[in-house]
C-alpha cells in the first residue's frame, strides 16, 4: 500500500471515530436533558346529585369506578408542570391546610414506563409508576364537603 492511501485510509478512520464520538456524546446529552410534563387536574368530589363537570368528561367512567362515594365532580384547577430528569415541581393544593403537591421525575423503567415520586410535603410521598399518556388518581385530602382528588397525567415533553 502506498504511503498516500495508508495516510488517507488513517484520515478516514480518524475521522469515522471522531463522528462516533461526537455522535455518542451528543446521545448522551440528549438523554440527561429528557424532560416530561405533567397535566395535573385538582377535582372536588362530593356526595350528591350527580354532576360532572363538562372538562372531566374524558375521564367521567375512571372517576365514577375509583370513587363510587361521591357523585359530583366539579374541576377547580388545571396546571401543566415540565419536569427534567431528576427534578422536582411543587404546586400548592386548595384544602384548609394549603398543601403543597410536589412531584419528582425519577426517569424510565426499562419497559419505558415513567417513574414519579408524588406527595404532599412534608407529609407522605409514594413512587409511581406511570405508561405516558395515562392518568392516574392521588385523593384524601378534605375539601369543603367532599374531597380533593389530583388527576395526574404523565407525557414525554415535546
Do not use: H, W
Not at 410534563?37 to 372538562?55: F, L, P, Q
Not at 412534608?122 to 392518568?135: L, P, Q
Not at 385530602?141 to 415533553?157: F, R
Amino acid at each position: 500500500m502506498s504511503f498516500f492511501a495508508a495516510a488517507r485510509r488513517a484520515l478516514m478512520l480518524s475521522f469515522t471515530a471522531l463522528f462516533i464520538l461526537l455522535a455518542s456524546i451528543g446521545l448522551g446529552s440528549e438523554a440527561q436533558a429528557e424532560e416530561i410534563e405533567v397535566d395535573i387536574k385538582t377535582i372536588y368530589a362530593s356526595r350528591g346529585e350527580k354532576s360532572m363537570d363538562n372538562k372531566l368528561e374524558r375521564l367521567r367512567d375512571e372517576l365514577l369506578l375509583a370513587f363510587p362515594q361521591y357523585q359530583r365532580f366539579a374541576l377547580l384547577e388545571q396546571a401543566i408542570m415540565k419536569l427534567p430528569l431528576n427534578e422536582s415541581r411543587s404546586s400548592v393544593l386548595p384544602d384548609t391546610e394549603r398543601s403543597e403537591l410536589v412531584i419528582t421525575y425519577l426517569g424510565r423503567t426499562e419497559d419505558e414506563l415513567l417513574q414519579l415520586q408524588v406527595g404532599l410535603k412534608g407529609k407522605i410521598a409514594a413512587d409511581v409508576k406511570a405508561s405516558a399518556g395515562s392518568t392516574f388518581f392521588q385523593a384524601g385530602l378534605s375539601y369543603e364537603t367532599g374531597i380533593l382528588v389530583l388527576a395526574i397525567e404523565p407525557k414525554l415533553a415535546d
